[in-house]
């Protein structure tokens, strides 16, 4: 549990803090003993910083800045079992990360384990892990593999995040997916004033508002940007949704249907966060990406 209700509480699989890139194709490959001896053959080999681990690394930093509380915690959570997380272990320790809780569940789904410890934002390379954490009403996303040319700690913390089917319920998206273009429009229109209902990573858009709240102000250390497939016609109920929300997100993009991907790079988003593959595969070339999954329909 974290030590106050402002902490941000990060959840993240070895597989999106590290590069296990190989060890997990051996794993699929030749099965799960063949890996485990690999794990426990190179216990002192160190593992490679992978997709997540500058962000983490950022955010643990924030800690820096107040004597008197936490403002980020990390989990490492793991489908292993703690019998091979030595070489985890070993890394985190090397790479100097304030990183002191962990889960080991030796194959059993992660979900459950999310609300024990408050976590506000997991993120996972597996999708299984990643849709459960979604269908019990946390913000999750899978990680996609991305490799940076710079390994230097972040100084701005940049998060970028979809509207619809992200912060936003998916609504709307609905309409536009299954009655078209004018339908969608006319909706929104229609429900200008009416605040948008909040969707996955709205109640972690909270968190990070209230962790730059109470940072030094003259620091501007997060700078959050909504990117969204929405044009100009359509504009006003995100407007005053967030401004319902008393959020204020810094830089904000009305795409009109053109690629996300130059906007992202020129952001120098650290994370992106959206619910479409057709976004997610041309951004995950150029900033770290992470796909949300919608949730499961159930009968």
């Known amino acids: 549990m974290s030590e106050t209700s402002s902490t941000l509480v990060i959840g993240i699989s070895s597989r999106a803090l590290f590069n296990l890139s190989k060890e997990n194709e051996l794993f699929e ?4 003993e063949v890996y485990k001896q690999f794990q426990l053959q190179n216990e002192d080999v160190l593992l ?39 070489r985890l272990f070993h890394s985190i320790s090397h790479y100097n990360l304030d990183i002191t809780r962990a889960v080991f569940t030796t194959g059993a789904p992660l979900a459950p384990y999310l609300q024990a410890f408050n976590v506000d934002l997991f993120l996972s390379a597996h999708l299984e892990d990643v849709q459960g954490a979604i269908d019990a009403g946390f913000a999750s996303a899978m990680i996609f593999p991305f490799h940076s040319k710079s390994q ?3 100084h701005q913390i940049r998060i970028a995040f979809d509207g619809d089917a992200v912060l936003f319920s998916e609504e709307s998206e609905n309409i536009f997916q299954n009655e078209g273009m004018d339908s969608f429009i006319e909706h929104e229109r229609k429900n200008a004033k009416n605040p948008l209902p909040k969707g996955p990573f709205a109640p972690f858009l909270h968190k990070l508002a209230t ?18 497939a929405r044009d100009s016609k359509v504009h006003e109920r995100v407007i005053r949704t967030l401004r319902s929300w008393n959020i204020i997100v810094n830089e904000t ?15 120098g988003a650290h994370i992106f966060f959206d619910d479409q593959l057709s976004h997610i595969e041309p951004a995950s070339k150029i900033v770290p990406t992470a796909l949300v999954p919608h949730p499961s329909k159930r009968l």
Not at 29 to 32: D, F, R, S, T, W
Not at 77 to 86: A, F, K, Q, V
Not at 211 to 228: G, H, K, N
Not at 253 to 263: E, H, I, Q, T, Y
């Open 29 to 32: 490959q030749e099965g799960a």
């Open 48 to 86: 490679e910083p992978g997709t997540g681990f500058h962000l983490v690394e950022s955010l643990l930093k924030l800690n820096n800045y107040l004597t008197n509380q936490r403002l980020v915690d990390v989990v490492i959570m793991s489908r292993n079992s703690s019998e091979i997380s030595l």
């Open 152 to 154: 230097s700690p972040l």
């Open 211 to 228: 962790v730059q709240s109470l940072l030094p102000p003259d620091t501007d250390l997060i700078r959050t940007a909504l990117i969204t």
């Open 253 to 267: 993009f009305f795409m009109g249907g053109l690629s996300k991907a130059n906007v992202l790079e020129a952001f």
